[in-house]
């Protein structure tokens, strides 16, 4: 009797430790969901590990289209980091759609405002607005890896069947039976099954374990899908409608997965410790691996619509965030889809998301923007902050400007560039590789009658003066083409003169005084007239011979357009 006493208490106890882990668990989730709530409107802070930008990629390259923005341009323009400040997504379906987002374009105008609407729809309604939100929250993500990375490698696993672990499971009951004949005989026969089939089912499970943690994160999306469906949301009824039909589709899928996602680690469920000794001993969720496997095999085409349609849905959400966080700084973009009009572009009071306290600036061009101006004056970052807002206007539908209006363009940039150590290639192999891409987009947006917009910064930077200013004129020329609007920086003064037909010109000017120098960042009409780069090193107390002679050189080749050495003093 005491035994049963203390057998009942210990049992009591337990039961009450995984009661208050439960509720725990529970709370804390209650409380991140109600924070998510709260925290709409302002900018992600979320950190990213090594290495996990290029899993939430993987959705963007599994689908590629036309003109989707290249990785010389992404990196140019330092898109992974406006991403991540952007990001408020708490499902990995939300992070991939995302990305794929910023990087695809929208060339379709009934596209473009069904995006739109939906955008505004979750900013209106916040019910809505939390009601996916939650759905999204409890979908949460995969961990490392991508769900595509294992779809995509489901042949890896070849055929598998059951025959094994039902004939192991048919020794386990006839060692039961043996105890009602013989109670020793059968439990030393038990034992001696039960440690087989759990070392056997440690082999077997370790082989299959990524995947399982993959069938888990399905079963999230269709039960998200499942619920999303059931929603009264007006502003995503045909989504709703192709949700339900993709799940229905399923059913094969959801009836054999359902005990392999039932208990996940840590999740602070009761009964979490007692199913898994049962399915070690029974194989349980291999034997409903193997056959959810077989149905998950012939209905990736839904699994990839779902994950589609719901990281849509939470884009849109994200987007409105996005939109909140800006406080009114933004603009939706006047876009023509026709291109009747031609090339131009007209943007007003546009700023970089990257930057705090912003300098905005203006600028309305029918032909190409070529810039000038001292280091460190602005060249660089106008550029960017137009890129980016270009690229923003056509993908998320929203402008940090007071107005924009273009075309539609295909986006291309050659800034950023480094050597390729790897390859051995030198600057200037990788910049003229680089250039080439956008002289080639340039050819191909005549033939389809497109347009495209290109960047340029420092054109040539990579060789020297003198073929660099050749090269440059007659590359900056085709760039100007009916076809293309090119924005461009240079430091090279010859290209105003030789490019004043084709470029408008623009420039950054710098105030430098005794003892330091200011930058007003302000965009003004007309060439660059003044230097900075011999007052600097005034400033850093270079030799006073030095300054006098470089400014005397300076001088007089911006009278003549001949260099002449002057003589030491």
């Known amino acids: 009797m005491e035994y049963i006493v203390l057998a009942s208490a210990i049992f009591i106890l337990i039961a009450l430790l995984m009661g208050k882990e439960y509720l725990n668990v529970r709370n804390f989730r209650k409380m991140s969901l109600e924070k998510l709530y709260q925290d709409y409107g302002t900018f992600s802070e979320r950190s990213y590990k090594s290495g996990e930008m290029e899993h939430i990629q993987k959705y963007y390259l599994r689908h590629p289209k036309k003109y989707q923005i290249d990785d010389i341009t992404w990196n140019d323009l330092n898109l992974d980091s406006i991403y991540q400040k952007m990001n408020t997504a708490c499902s990995a379906t939300g992070d991939e759609y995302l990305y794929y987002r910023l990087r695809t374009p929208i060339y379709d ?37 991508s769900l595509y990375e294992y779809i995509d490698n489901l042949d890896v696993l070849g055929e598998r069947n059951n025959r094994k672990y039902i004939l192991n499971n048919l020794m386990l009951i006839i060692c039961i039976g043996i105890m009602f004949v013989s109670l020793p005989a059968g439990m030393i026969a038990l034992i001696v099954i039960l440690c087989h089939n759990i070392i056997g089912y440690f082999k077997e499970y370790k082989q299959i374990e990524p995947y399982v943690t993959s069938f888990r994160y399905i079963n999230k999306l269709l039960d998200a899908a499942d619920k999303m469906s059931q929603l009264k949301i007006s502003g995503i009824a045909e989504e709703q409608h192709r949700l339900k039909e993709c799940r229905q589709k399923m059913k094969g899928f959801i009836r054999n997965a359902y005990l392999i996602s039932y208990v996940e680690k840590g999740n602070g469920d009761p009964f979490s410790i007692l199913f898994d000794y049962l399915r070690m001993a029974f194989y349980i969720d291999l034997i409903q691996f193997n056959n959810a496997l077989r149905a998950l095999r012939g209905h990736l085409t839904e699994i990839d619509e779902m994950v589609t349609i719901l990281g849509r849905i939470e884009s849109a959400v994200v987007i409105g965030s996005y939109r909140s966080c800006l406080e009114g700084e933004y603009c939706v973009p006047t876009i023509q889809y026709d291109g009747n009009k031609g090339r131009y572009l007209k943007i007003e009071q546009v700023y970089h998301p990257l930057m705090t306290n912003p300098v905005k600036n203006s600028v309305s061009a029918e032909k190409g923007v070529l810039l000038t101006g001292s280091n460190a004056s602005g060249k660089s970052t ?19 400007a007071d107005c924009y209006e273009a075309p539609v363009f295909r986006i291309y940039s050659s800034m950023a560039l480094k050597d390729d150590l790897l390859s051995g290639e030198s600057y200037y192999m990788v910049e003229i590789k680089s250039i080439k891409r956008i002289l080639d987009q340039v050819q191909r947006a005549k033939k389809e009658n497109g347009y495209v917009l290109c960047f340029v910064d420092e054109v040539l930077r990579g060789t020297n003066t003198v073929e660099r200013i050749a090269a440059s004129t007659q590359i900056m020329k085709m760039l100007a083409s009916d076809h293309s609007l090119c924005f461009a920086a240079t430091h090279d003064v010859e290209l105003t003169k030789l490019l004043k037909k084709e470029f408008d010109n623009y420039h950054f000017e710098e105030r430098i005084e005794e003892v330091d120098i200011f930058f007003p960042y302000k965009l003004m009409e007309g060439p660059a007239t003044t230097r900075n780069a011999i007052a600097l090193l005034k400033m850093l107390g270079y030799d006073e011979q030095i300054i006098e002679e470089a400014e005397m050189m300076a001088k007089n080749f911006l009278k003549d357009g001949n260099w002449q050495d002057v003589e030491h003093v």
């Not at 473009?112 to 979908?139: A, D, P």
């Not at 106008?382 to 940090?400: E, G, K, P, S």
Request: charge should be positive; include cysteine.
């Open 109 to 145: 105008h009934a596209e473009m405002n069904k995006w739109e609407s939906q955008i505004k729809f979750f900013m209106e309604h916040e019910e809505e607005r939390r009601s996916v939100q939650s759905l999204f929250f409890n979908m949460g993500r995969m961990g490392r890896y």
């Open 382 to 400: 106008f550029l960017r902050a137009v890129a980016v807002n270009a690229l923003l206007a056509q993908t998320i539908h929203t402008c940090l």
